[in-house]
């Protein structure tokens, strides 16, 4: 079964809960400052996340502000038999970013610096994707940051990073260039060409296998000031020419551009096809680019240019959602409308439960990605298939459904890949979408799917930088033997 969270009932589990001594976690004044240690019941206790059901009651939750907070935390954690888990910007559906355990909690690690001349960005691992771009901006660049606001640079990047920069300059973990990382023994280390090459080609892709990451190093490329957005509105009656539109498009679809396919409940509870678009253009390439689109007759027609920052805002509405959320990725190689056809069915049926679920097929010009070398980088991912997010969102974790959400998922997985080929079925999807894999470690199964080629090199890399596997909460790397 997939790792699954609980709702929260601290208050009854306070008295099972043993106190620690905290001095070791003391700031070299000897204080341990309220907003740096917390155990169940102090005054900013908070191990929330996006997902309520994705969250545990940690015993310490640690909010360092740098390496030495942090080496300090994992010998801690260590010396009293914790489980270690790190939080970036909670914005999982899974339980790898939570432990009954020590949390290191990284919102306060969120400063960014921008080396201009060199074009590279260093930011602390908590920053998320609106600080990185809000930054990154100011000097007419651009990370390859996410298409979501609130996830933090650390995870996406380590875990792969695709989103509207793709096309044009590749995966956000193809663009590491140094990170500075606390190891399972608290040293603190580099990792760049020139000093543990073996530990950053891991860290590009290869999650928090590896250690807590303080900061990345980013290569950062020219940003034009905005770009053009479009967000149109189908009825269901129009979906398969909706769906021919696309495979037209994907003919002579440019490297800047990327579309969203999605099926979705609107504000008044019905059905409906939602064609997000951006085109990092100006103004005119955009509306020729997409007007194809336009030409179809939506409902509703929303298309903007828009400054660039704004761009990983367009989905800030999802951030919102309450309740239970379970998501997974699937990967597919036949879009055609009567598998988008047997996918809404499904997905039809499961928003009775819950209502805010959707599906999401995500069309990056993959070019950037195929032609690096599937050994350059931990992560394997490379094959020509087109990303799905499937999100069963505003569970009622207390109703009927809540038990079998993960299974309901896995089943919409099975439909949305069912009429692709072997290879995109077997996919578990876009590794940072994996949430019901990534936390089933008691074999290396899924790890070894996921890494496909790269696992063997990957389990020398952990032998030597974490051999008793302190870091075990994401696709798990059991060290070389």
Same mark, same amino acid.
């Given at each position: 079964?997939?790792?699954?969270?609980?709702?929260?009932?601290?208050?009854?589990?306070?008295?099972?809960?043993?106190?620690?001594?905290?001095?070791?976690?003391?700031?070299?004044?000897?204080?341990?400052?309220?907003?740096?240690?917390?155990?169940?019941?102090?005054?900013?206790?908070?191990?929330?996340?996006?997902?309520?059901?994705?969250?545990?009651?940690?015993?310490?939750?640690?909010?360092?502000?740098?390496?030495?907070?942090?080496?300090?935390?994992?010998?801690?954690?260590?010396?009293?038999?914790?489980?270690?888990?790190?939080?970036?910007?909670?914005?999982?559906?899974?339980?790898?970013?939570?432990?009954?355990?020590?949390?290191?909690?990284?919102?306060?690690?969120?400063?960014?610096?921008?080396?201009?001349?060199?074009?590279?960005?260093?930011?602390?691992?908590?920053?998320?994707?609106?600080?990185?771009?809000?930054?990154?901006?100011?000097?007419? @660049? !651009?990370?390859?940051?996410? *298409?979501?606001?609130?996830? =933090?640079?650390?995870?996406?990047? &380590?875990? $792969?990073?695709? #989103?509207?920069?793709?096309?044009?300059?590749?995966?956000?973990?193809?663009?590491?260039?140094?990170?500075?990382?606390? @190891? !399972?023994?608290?040293?603190? *280390?580099?990792?760049?060409? =020139?000093?543990?090459?073996?530990? &950053?080609? $891991?860290?590009? #892709?290869?999650?928090?296998?590896?250690?807590?990451?303080?900061?990345?190093?980013?290569?950062?490329?020219?940003?034009?000031?905005?770009?053009?957005?479009?967000?149109?509105?189908?009825?269901?009656?129009?979906?398969?020419? &909706?769906?021919?539109?696309?495979?037209?498009?994907?003919?002579?679809?440019?490297?800047?551009?990327?579309?969203?396919?999605?099926?979705?409940?609107?504000?008044?509870?019905?059905?409906?096809?939602?064609?997000?678009?951006?085109?990092?253009?100006?103004?005119?390439?955009?509306?020729?680019?997409?007007?194809?689109?336009?030409?179809?007759?939506?409902?509703?027609?929303?298309?903007?240019?828009?400054?660039?920052?704004?761009?990983?805002?367009?989905?800030?509405?999802?951030?919102?959602?309450?309740?239970?959320?379970?998501?997974?990725?699937?990967?597919?190689?036949?879009?055609?409308?009567?598998?988008?056809?047997?996918?809404?069915?499904?997905?039809?049926?499961?928003?009775?439960?819950?209502?805010?679920?959707?599906?999401?097929?995500?069309?990056?010009?993959?070019?950037?990605?195929?032609?690096?070398?599937?050994?350059?980088?931990?992560?394997?991912?490379?094959?020509?298939?087109?990303?799905?997010?499937?999100?069963?969102?505003?569970?009622?974790?207390?109703?009927?459904?809540?038990?079998?959400?993960?299974?309901?998922?896995?089943?919409?997985?099975?439909?949305?890949?069912?009429?692709?080929?072997?290879?995109?079925?077997?996919?578990?999807?876009?590794?940072?979408?994996?949430?019901?894999?990534?936390?089933?470690?008691?074999?290396?199964?899924?790890?070894?799917?996921?890494?496909?080629?790269?696992?063997?090199?990957?389990?020398?890399?952990?032998?030597?930088?974490?051999?008793?596997?302190?870091?075990?909460?994401?696709?798990?790397?059991?060290?070389?033997?």
């Amino acid at each position: 079964m997939a790792s699954r969270g609980s709702p929260l009932k601290p208050l009854q589990l306070l008295s099972t809960l043993p106190s620690y001594d905290l001095t070791p976690l003391s700031k070299p004044n000897g204080s341990t400052p309220f907003w740096s240690v917390y155990q169940p019941g102090d005054e900013g206790y908070d191990n929330s996340k996006w997902a309520p059901n994705s969250t545990k009651l940690s015993k310490i939750i640690v909010t360092p502000e740098d390496a030495e907070d942090i080496a300090k935390a994992i010998k801690f954690a260590r010396s009293q038999g914790l489980p270690v888990a790190v939080r970036g910007g909670g914005h999982s559906t899974s339980t790898a970013s939570a432990t009954d355990g020590l949390l290191i909690d990284m919102r306060r690690m969120t400063k960014i610096r921008i080396d201009e001349e060199a074009k590279i960005g260093y930011s602390q691992s908590g920053a998320l994707m609106w600080q990185v771009e809000a930054e990154t901006i100011k000097y007419g @660049l !651009a990370a390859c940051a996410g *298409v979501c606001s609130q996830v =933090s640079i650390g995870g996406y990047t &380590l875990g $792969g990073g695709i #989103g509207h920069s793709i096309g044009t300059y590749g995966l956000a973990c193809d663009n590491l260039v140094s990170a500075t990382i606390v @190891l !399972a023994n608290g040293d603190i *280390v580099q990792a760049s060409e =020139s000093e543990n090459p073996d530990l &950053l080609w $891991g860290l590009k #892709g290869g999650g928090s296998n590896f250690g807590v990451v303080v900061e990345l190093g980013v290569k950062l490329h020219p940003q034009r000031p905005d770009a053009y957005a479009v967000s149109y509105v189908y009825l269901p009656t129009q979906l398969e020419a &909706l769906v021919t539109a696309i495979n037209e498009w994907r003919t002579v679809q440019k490297l800047h551009e990327t579309i969203f396919f999605l099926l979705s409940l609107g504000p008044d509870g019905k059905p409906y096809i939602i064609l997000n678009g951006v085109s990092n253009s100006a103004l005119e390439e955009g509306e020729a680019l997409f007007r194809r689109f336009l030409d179809l007759g939506p409902v509703n027609i929303t298309n903007a240019q828009i400054p660039w920052p704004e761009v990983c805002n367009l989905a800030n509405a999802v951030n919102a959602i309450p309740r239970g959320k379970v998501s997974v990725g699937a990967h597919i190689d036949n879009f055609d409308a009567p598998q988008v056809q047997e996918s809404w069915n499904m997905w039809f049926k499961i928003t009775e439960k819950a209502p805010f679920s959707f599906v999401m097929y995500e069309f990056y010009p993959h070019k950037r990605v195929a032609e690096i070398p599937i050994e350059s980088a931990a992560f394997a991912q490379r094959q020509p298939f087109i990303t799905v997010l499937c999100a069963v969102l505003g569970i009622d974790e207390s109703g009927d459904f809540a038990p079998r959400a993960w299974d309901e998922l896995l089943n919409l997985k099975e439909i949305v890949s069912g009429s692709s080929s072997k290879a995109a079925q077997e996919s578990l999807g876009y590794a940072n979408y994996g949430d019901p894999f990534s936390t089933r470690n008691e074999t290396d199964e899924y790890s070894r799917n996921l890494f496909g080629p790269n696992y063997a090199r990957l389990q020398e890399v952990k032998r030597k930088y974490d051999p008793d596997m302190v870091f075990n909460r994401w696709f798990a790397i059991r060290p070389a033997v």
